[in-house]
């Protein structure tokens, strides 16, 4: 190579001299050539090396320009005004959760409440479906800021509810949601994000329009909600405000009717217990009186609601696995309320207008309890997988839930009431969820988990 080199050198070049100076110059060439081979080899090593670094260094951020940053504020509140304003909106993706490594496990019911400037995705003019008790923009709310948080898991990313796709994977299905009124809520929260593709159509109700069934005709899907506080048999003797005449007569080893009846139709299931279980009642248990829960003067045994509540939902998870019947259900945890200073009857209140951040609320120690319940029970009852019968999958919406106290209807669950007197005393709900409001996020959840329900495992 170097012969090869010194040959194009000498016959390339115009000064070139005749033999004699050819001679003389022998020795310089070799040892110009020799520095030029140096000189390359040591320029090739560097560059190589600063390839390598730039490898390694991370890439400047970019800079956000004063037009992108005026187009992504959202001056909704004076609150949200001073929140970040580089949020971008969220779309409605298709797409799998991304989590930071194959390796990590996304725990998508951990996180907290993030800002979202692209606010809720349907109105109460835009969904007829909202109960009056729940319209808390048609009933006079004054603040909207409740509207712009989204569900941030910790270590991942939650899209948000695809009402394309979920119409289309529901194609000549039957979805039902069992349980109280908190379940009904819920399917309410279902039908305003579907109405903004399909709007349903209502086939049945019961006669206190506790029970419904909707039909999406475009699809043939069957959305049902299926009222069944207790998901056992029992006697109430209270009214729609909740004024009770008598003590309720609950048998806890028979399963409602109400909902077995129907299981078999049913193609998925999001089923619950939950705030009932804490009403004074009286159990029932092989044909006879077995005790009961807050009933000081009856001359009967304070079991208590722990003895209860387990045994429905064992007796619950049991009929579920043994059922020929697999359907796909989602048992969904116990949802707090958020009552200070009394309870509903007692003058409790709810004013809170933005989430609570992780550790600044504890939750009460009977919530606690049924959640503890609610795992426990549904840990054994998943223990042997899917072989047995239905694909049990925990829907766990207790810590997301305690952390928002801004999104209940409060005072604001009946048409203006202080149109007429602001100091009026008016029945307040800290329990139910405002729709729009935190309750749609539990159809993100719900979405994610009918698709990649399986890494969740």
Same mark, same amino acid.
């Given at each position: 190579?170097?012969?090869?080199?010194?040959?194009? *050198?000498?016959?390339?070049?115009?000064?070139?001299?005749?033999?004699?100076?050819?001679?003389?110059?022998?020795?310089?060439?070799?040892?110009?050539?020799?520095?030029?081979?140096?000189?390359?080899?040591?320029?090739?090593?560097?560059?190589?090396?600063?390839?390598?670094?730039?490898?390694?260094?991370?890439?400047?951020?970019?800079?956000?320009?004063?037009?992108?940053?005026?187009?992504?504020?959202?001056?909704?509140?004076?609150?949200?005004?001073?929140?970040?304003?580089?949020?971008?909106?969220?779309?409605?993706?298709?797409?799998?959760?991304?989590?930071?490594?194959?390796?990590?496990?996304?725990?998508?019911?951990?996180?907290?409440?993030?800002?979202?400037?692209? &606010?809720?995705?349907?109105?109460?003019?835009?969904?007829?479906?909202?109960?009056?008790?729940?319209?808390?923009?048609?009933?006079?709310?004054?603040?909207?800021?409740?509207? *712009?948080?989204?569900?941030?898991?910790? $270590?991942?990313?939650?899209?948000?509810?695809?009402?394309?796709?979920?119409?289309?994977?529901?194609?000549?299905?039957?979805?039902?949601?069992?349980?109280?009124?908190?379940?009904?809520?819920?399917?309410?929260?279902?039908?305003?994000?579907?109405?903004?593709?399909?709007?349903?159509?209502?086939?049945?109700?019961?006669?206190?329009?506790?029970?419904?069934? #909707?039909?999406?005709?475009?699809?043939?899907?069957?959305?049902?909600?299926?009222?069944?506080?207790?998901?056992?048999?029992?006697?109430?003797?209270?009214?729609?405000?909740?004024?009770?005449?008598?003590?309720?007569?609950?048998?806890?080893?028979?399963?409602?009717?109400?909902?077995?009846?129907?299981?078999? +139709?049913?193609?998925?299931?999001?089923?619950?217990?939950?705030?009932?279980?804490?009403?004074?009642?009286?159990?029932?248990?092989? +044909?006879?009186?077995?005790?009961?829960?807050?009933?000081?003067?009856?001359?009967?045994?304070?079991? &208590?609601?722990?003895?209860?509540?387990?045994?429905?939902?064992?007796?619950?998870?049991?009929?579920?696995?043994?059922?020929?019947?697999?359907?796909?259900?989602?048992?969904?945890?116990?949802?707090?309320?958020?009552?200070?200073?009394?309870? #509903?009857?007692?003058?409790?209140?709810?004013?809170?207008?933005?989430?609570?951040?992780?550790?600044?609320? $504890?939750?009460?120690?009977?919530?606690?309890?049924?959640?503890?319940?609610?795992?426990?029970?549904?840990?054994?009852?998943?223990?042997?997988?899917?072989?047995?019968?239905?694909?049990?999958?925990?829907?766990?919406?207790?810590?997301?839930?305690?952390?928002?106290?801004?999104?209940?209807?409060?005072? *604001?669950?009946?048409?203006?009431?202080?149109?007429? $007197?602001? +100091?009026?005393?008016?029945?307040?709900?800290?329990?139910?969820?405002?729709?729009? &409001?935190?309750?749609?996020?539990?159809?993100?959840?719900?979405?994610?988990?009918?698709?990649? &329900?399986?890494?969740?495992?």
């Amino acid at each position: 190579m170097v012969k090869e080199m010194r040959s194009e *050198y000498s016959s390339s070049n115009p000064f070139s001299s005749p033999s004699s100076f050819h001679k003389h110059n022998h020795v310089f060439v070799k040892f110009a050539v020799s520095l030029l081979l140096v000189g390359l080899a040591f320029l090739l090593f560097f560059s190589d090396s600063i390839r390598y670094i730039s490898v390694l260094e991370p890439l400047p951020p970019p800079v956000e320009t004063e037009q992108e940053s005026e187009e992504t504020e959202t001056p909704v509140s004076s609150f949200l005004a001073q929140t970040p304003s580089s949020l971008p909106p969220i779309d409605f993706p298709a797409t799998n959760i991304t989590q930071e490594s194959e390796n990590v496990k996304c725990d998508i019911f951990t996180g907290g409440w993030v800002p979202d400037p692209s &606010g809720p995705r349907y109105t109460n003019e835009s969904c007829p479906e909202i109960e009056s008790h729940q319209n808390c923009m048609k009933n006079g709310r004054p603040d909207s800021a409740y509207f *712009y948080w989204r569900w941030n898991p910790r $270590d991942c990313e939650l899209p948000k509810f695809n009402a394309h796709r979920f119409l289309a994977l529901m194609r000549n299905k039957s979805w039902a949601f069992i349980g109280d009124s908190i379940s009904r809520n819920h399917v309410q929260s279902l039908l305003c994000l579907l109405s903004q593709v399909e709007q349903a159509v209502e086939v049945y109700h019961d006669k206190e329009y506790r029970s419904k069934r #909707w039909l999406f005709p475009s699809h043939n899907f069957t959305l049902s909600v299926i009222w069944t506080p207790f998901l056992v048999e029992a006697a109430i003797f209270e009214d729609m405000n909740g004024v009770s005449t008598s003590e309720i007569q609950l048998y806890l080893d028979k399963l409602d009717k109400t909902w077995t009846d129907q299981y078999n +139709n049913l193609d998925y299931v999001v089923i619950s217990g939950g705030k009932w279980f804490l009403k004074t009642a009286i159990y029932h248990e092989n +044909n006879t009186v077995s005790g009961c829960h807050n009933c000081p003067g009856k001359n009967l045994t304070e079991v &208590g609601l722990e003895h209860a509540y387990r045994n429905v939902l064992r007796l619950v998870f049991n009929f579920i696995k043994g059922s020929d019947h697999k359907a796909s259900v989602f048992f969904r945890t116990t949802t707090p309320d958020h009552f200070e200073n009394g309870e #509903w009857f007692s003058g409790g209140y709810c004013n809170r207008t933005v989430p609570f951040k992780e550790g600044e609320v $504890d939750m009460r120690d009977v919530d606690t309890m049924m959640r503890n319940i609610e795992l426990e029970e549904f840990e054994k009852a998943s223990a042997n997988g899917p072989e047995e019968g239905a694909r049990l999958t925990l829907l766990d919406t207790t810590h997301l839930s305690l952390l928002r106290p801004d999104g209940h209807p409060g005072p *604001y669950r009946q048409f203006q009431p202080f149109a007429k $007197d602001q +100091n009026a005393k008016v029945q307040t709900d800290c329990l139910h969820w405002c729709l729009p &409001g935190p309750i749609d996020s539990w159809n993100d959840l719900v979405m994610e988990l009918l698709i990649n &329900g399986k890494i969740y495992q």
